[in-house]
């Protein structure tokens, strides 16, 4: 079985193939256009969300699976297609932007490598899986075909001075602040269309969060006015996800940090939402039959998840 770059791969081919037919002849460049439309569609319940005309759509999702990074690709290929606009914002470290940046720049042959040595060794979590690493090699291949499309790694304190202005919140407040002006300065560099984020789901939350005894609020609360954000969470009929957890017997003591002897990382079974006969989709409110969630807008719909392992693994 093909992995999922390989997949990727795959599909630049043919859009590279496509691409170098529609340099030749006009009538070959809307037809290129027509067959990248084909390759990748929005899901069902897009026009829903993109009739509100929102700046974000922050899709919160379970870390570690194949499912959830790909559906975003789709997403962001087929408004690309389109002639829209778009960043892709992603849950790797703002230290390590720079770095993403130029790796953007690169040949399709080159990219893959350069992006595996900005900070992907030290992700043990889903954040750092195949499927993650897929779809940056999907978006990027698009990217070298014309298609506007960016990215942005955006989790945490880029630097110290943006640490310190937020030091004084309480709880995880100061890390999803610093996730939210970073998402927010990537954004005002272009007049894009939409700004898709995908971000693990307590960060995608409308209200303020419980965590270890102390309030804070989380990036989505921060992004920018709640008019211009859609928020939705990751649903599914379970399977499996590759996350990081404690060991049996291992009590986390307070005011101790969790060490990395006290979790293990692998695939994971996780339990399902509820099992509808559907392909992925994306639902405004909630699903049917379950109350809505005050923490989101809305839903989107995976199926039947599987577990991604870790693109790149520490020597």
């Known amino acids: 079985m093909r992995s999922l770059i390989a997949q990727a791969l795959c599909i630049s081919a043919l859009l590279s193939e496509l691409s170098a037919q529609s340099d030749a002849h006009a009538a070959n460049r809307r037809s290129s256009k027509v067959q990248v439309e084909q390759v990748c569609q929005v899901p069902i319940g897009w026009a829903d969300v993109a009739s509100r005309e929102p700046r974000f759509v922050v899709f919160g999702e379970m870390h570690g699976t194949q499912q959830a990074p790909a559906f975003i690709g789709d997403i962001a290929c087929a408004l690309a297609a389109r002639g829209e606009r778009i960043l892709v914002a992603i849950e790797h470290s ?6 993403f940046q130029k790796a953007w720049h690169l040949s399709n ?6 992006l595996k040595r900005a900070g992907w060794a030290d992700r043990d979590d889903g954040v750092g899986s195949e ?3 897929a779809l940056l090699v999907r978006l990027h291949n698009l990217a070298r075909l014309g298609q506007s499309i ?4 955006f989790n945490g304190a880029k630097d110290a001075e943006q640490s310190r202005r937020f030091s004084d919140l309480p709880g995880q407040g100061p890390h999803d602040a610093a996730q939210a002006e970073n998402i927010r300065v990537a954004a005002a560099a272009h007049a894009y269309d939409h700004v898709l984020v995908l971000v693990g789901n307590v960060h995608a939350r409308k209200r303020p969060v419980e965590h270890f005894r102390a309030q804070f609020e989380p ?3 921060r992004l920018g006015p709640p008019s211009s954000i859609i928020t939705l969470n990751m649903k599914t009929a379970g399977g499996t996800a590759w996350n990081c957890e404690l060991k049996p017997g291992v009590t986390p003591k307070p005011g101790k940090p969790i060490t990395q002897d006290d979790i293990a990382c692998g695939s994971y079974p996780i339990s399902g939402d509820a099992d509808l006969p559907h392909s992925p989709f994306i639902a405004l409110g909630a699903l049917q039959g379950m109350a809505i969630d005050p923490d989101y807008d809305g839903v989107f719909w995976l199926g039947k998840v599987n577990a991604s392992s870790k693109a790149v693994v520490s020597h």
Do not use: C
């Open 94 to 99: 703002s230290t390590e932007n720079d770095a």
């Open 109 to 114: 042959a080159e990219f893959p490598e350069a």
């Open 150 to 153: 960016d990215i942005v790694a």
């Open 131 to 133: 499927a993650m690493l």
């Open 219 to 221: 990036m989505v609360m």
